[in-house]
């Protein structure tokens, strides 16, 4: 349950939610990331910080570069959970 929390806290930021989105399409380095956010790449960096804390990105070395990519099993569970909570009664 705290895994699944801290997942749900990281997507809630915009940031972090258009980071998922975009890394759901490809894989990206923190560079290309802030230009398609249009943000600065420290920010970037920080936002990948706290997915990376919740298990829902990975970080690949390739070369001089890091590309990220979903977990994507982590965030089933959390859309798991989430609708799990409209079945209960």
């Known amino acids: 349950m705290k895994q699944i929390m801290r997942g749900i806290k990281a997507i809630a930021d915009e940031n972090r939610f258009k980071i ?7 894989r990206f ?12 790449e420290s920010a970037v960096s920080q936002q990948l910080k706290i997915l990376r804390k919740a298990n829902l990105v990975i970080g690949i070395k ?4 890091v590309h990220y990519k979903v977990e994507k099993e982590e965030l ?6 989430i609708s799990s909570l409209s079945e209960r009664n």
């Open 76 to 81: 089933e569970k959390i859309g798991d959970f």
């Open 20 to 26: 998922i989105k975009l890394l759901l399409e490809k």
């Open 62 to 65: 390739k070369g001089y570069y």
């Open 29 to 40: 380095c923190v560079s290309a990331l802030a230009k398609r956010l249009d943000i600065s």
